[in-house]
């Protein structure tokens, strides 16, 4: 008996308790007493070879009507209420008593009484073979039954049971219904912001919507169900990807074929956001323009605001950053705090805080970094107090963009590391992304060169996978200036020379100055300073062009200090005084900073021109002097007692004297004359 009961099983414990209640079902094992005995001729008896087999002979051996009842409560699922369990056998019976026997047969067991007398399968496998065994026309009423009876239950509470109902229809070949169902179920899938879920169950809905005969309920509803499906497929896998175009464009062809203004709005949303990411501003500025001619149409506030709110965002990337402003302000004028919780759930996120966000970069651009920072932190602030995934990933990454801009390390490493964790637990692939490259720049410039490049270019591999171009010219910058701080300058050109060309064929011009102020200053490194200059000359016309006082700034430096070198102190401080006087505020910011103190060098080194070059000639001894003399004579040009054989000389000399000295009080006398060039 031992070897003909293991030999079945091969030692799983669950098997072999099946095989014991097998073979007492069958009456091969008897109790005689307190002692379980063997028939004479139970080695003859034929035991089924399969899991499957063993559970169902247990089956085949109950009363008709016990079996019919496991075979209903194996349709509603691995766990039934009693309540639904009688309302679905539709008929008279002991059903208290036939529970009671499967329980005894330990087939099922009670698993609870509150809220209600709740019964579970004692193991799937049990479960799923009895339902597999149930014939295909039987099995297909008993789900039309049990999904009647759960609506007739539970009808004040029904959303509890939208998948249920959904299964149930769906394996009753009840397609109308089955479709309504999937929908509300998909629909409550993103509002717990299970997108995966979401994508299967509207997907699903498609899917049978395509057995029906066309028609115009059938569009109606085709419609409905691919707009729904729009966010989840967007959050999931990306603006980019090609199921979101597709899907997006077969929505607006719908909306335009059965005239829902409104859901074709919706799919212009989309497919707005699609060209934005895949083919970049330019490619969505027409259809920014079209949100907004059907978004006057209709005069409806929501759909107003966010038309007004993605145009924004498309005049921001093109480095329009005036009129991405003015764009943020109506948008925020239109908003209606009544539909907040309404545009998240049909548009992915909350329009006043995209509004905000784009105004705080704008802002920046533009030259006000105070207000820039504060905006970006109202807009973290509501945010978090919505509590909505996606929304507080996206303001997390482009307040970090802000605080990468302002060149606030820690606020970057910060925001970055949260937007890294959400992103990885929800499955934002587009922010996983954008997340990695910048904790990476973030390790990069804390000095950590190897690990945070590497990060660089696993975040930026994987944008390109998802085909985030509005964002991809910003990080090949970053990552360029991270080679370029690493000394690697062929490699910071090639980036460089990528990310520009990628700005000329998108249209995403808002990083286009700081690309070609990087470039200059890694062609510096390369010494060659007439290809610098011109880089440099570059930046600051793009930067008036946007009217982006920022990156004015900061290319005015780079040239300053250039012309620094060459002697034309006065030259430099006539182009950066203007530029440093207009700003109004953010005079703690590090650029602000650094072009104060390099004004108070210019000044200097213009008044102290004559007297050091004076004492150069005269050969005085101070070893200050001499060093920086023999620096000017290879960087500027004038004769000098010193010779400097290479310029990676050069590079360490002037990295000892700035990090050895204190600059602010030597600049103050005339013992030590400015010829190098202040570069922090």
């Given at each position: ?17 099946e095989?014991?209640r ?18 004479e ?56 008593q ?62 509890e ?6 299964h ?15 929908f ?70 719908l ?38 001619t ?192 690493a ?31 990087l ?17 440099f ?16 700034l ?72 001499k060093?920086t003399?023999?620096?000017?004579h ?16 050069i ?30």
């Amino acid at each position: 008996m031992r070897e003909l009961i293991l030999s079945q099983p091969q030692g799983n414990p669950f098997l072999i308790e099946e095989v014991v209640r097998s073979l007492i079902d069958a009456g091969s094992v008897y109790r005689e007493g307190d002692v379980w005995r063997a028939r004479e001729d139970v080695g003859l008896a034929t035991m089924p070879e399969s899991v499957q087999g063993i559970i169902l002979s247990r089956v085949d051996h109950l009363e008709q009507g016990w079996k019919y009842v496991l075979q209903v409560a194996a349709a509603i699922g691995r766990v039934f209420r009693q309540r639904v369990l009688a309302l679905a056998l539709g008929q008279e019976m002991e059903l208290e008593q036939a529970l009671w026997e499967l329980e005894e047969r330990a087939l099922i067991y009670q698993e609870r009484t509150v809220p209600e007398v709740e019964y579970s399968f004692k193991h799937v496998l049990t479960q799923e073979a009895v339902y597999q065994n149930i014939p295909q026309r039987q099995r297909r009423s008993i789900h039309q039954q049990v999904a009647e009876a759960i609506v007739t239950l539970y009808r004040e509470g029904l959303d509890e049971y939208y998948e249920q109902l959904a299964h149930h229809y769906d394996q009753s070949g009840d397609t109308e219904h089955a479709i309504e169902y999937l929908f509300r179920a998909g629909e409550k899938a993103k509002r717990r912001y299970a997108n995966e879920e979401a994508i299967t169950l509207l997907s699903r809905g498609l899917e049978l919507l395509r057995s029906l005969p066309e028609s115009p309920e059938r569009a109606r509803r085709e419609l409905d169900l691919l707009v729904a499906l729009g966010v989840p497929l967007v959050l999931a896998k990306g603006h980019a990807a090609p199921e979101v175009e597709r899907t997006y464009a077969r929505a607006r062809a719908l909306s335009e074929q059965v005239g829902d203004v409104r859901q074709g709005f919706d799919a212009l949303v989309g497919l707005r956001r699609f060209y934005l990411h895949r083919e970049g501003p330019r490619a969505a500025y027409e259809l920014g323009e079209r949100l907004l001619t059907l978004a006057h149409s209709t005069s409806d506030p929501l759909q107003l605001s966010w038309a007004h709110a993605l145009q924004a965002e498309t005049l921001y990337f093109l480095g329009a950053f005036a009129q991405a402003r003015e764009h943020c302000e109506e948008g925020l004028v239109f908003y209606d705090p009544q539909q907040g919780r309404a545009d998240v759930s049909l548009y992915g996120n909350d329009v006043r805080i995209g509004c905000r966000l784009v105004r705080a970069l704008a802002l920046w651009h533009l030259g006000y970094p105070d207000q820039a920072v504060r905006g970006a932190d109202e807009a973290l602030a509501l945010a978090q107090e919505l509590s909505h995934p996606f929304t507080l990933v996206f303001t997390l990454h482009f307040s970090a963009v802000l605080h990468q801009l302002c060149r606030q390390v820690q606020a970057v490493q910060e925001h970055e590391e949260a937007v890294v964790r959400i992103s990885a637990e929800r499955g934002f692939s587009l922010y996983l992304a954008f997340g990695t490259a910048l904790r990476g720049w973030v390790l990069a410039a804390q000095g950590q060169e190897d690990e945070g490049l590497r990060q660089m270019e696993e975040g930026i591999a994987a944008l390109r996978s998802v085909r985030g171009a509005a964002m991809l010219s910003h990080l090949l910058a970053s990552l360029a200036e991270a080679y370029g701080r690493a000394g690697k300058a062929e490699r910071a050109l090639s980036l460089l020379d990528e990310a520009l060309s990628l700005a000329e064929a998108t249209g995403g011009c808002f990083w286009e100055a700081e690309l070609y102020r990087l470039k200059g200053e890694t062609l510096l490194e390369k010494g060659e300073e007439a290809e610098a200059e011109a880089c440099f000359e570059q930046a600051l016309a793009v930067a008036r062009r946007q009217q982006a006082r920022s990156w004015e700034l900061r290319a005015a430096m780079s040239l300053g200090r250039l012309w620094q070198r060459q002697g034309k102190w006065e030259e430099a401080r006539q182009l950066l005084k203007p530029i440093y006087d207009w700003f109004s505020e953010g005079f703690g910011t590090a650029d602000l900073q650094e072009a104060r103190a390099l004004l108070d060098v210019l000044s200097h080194d213009h008044q102290a021109h004559g007297r050091g070059q004076q004492r150069i000639r005269s050969g005085i001894r101070n070893p200050c002097l001499k060093l920086t003399s023999a620096l000017r004579h290879w960087i500027i040009g004038p004769e000098g007692p010193f010779q400097v054989q290479t310029a990676n000389s050069i590079r360490r000399l002037s990295r000892i004297v700035n990090q050895a000295r204190d600059w602010k009080s030597l600049s103050q006398t005339d013992k030590c004359p400015q010829a190098l060039d202040y570069r922090p």
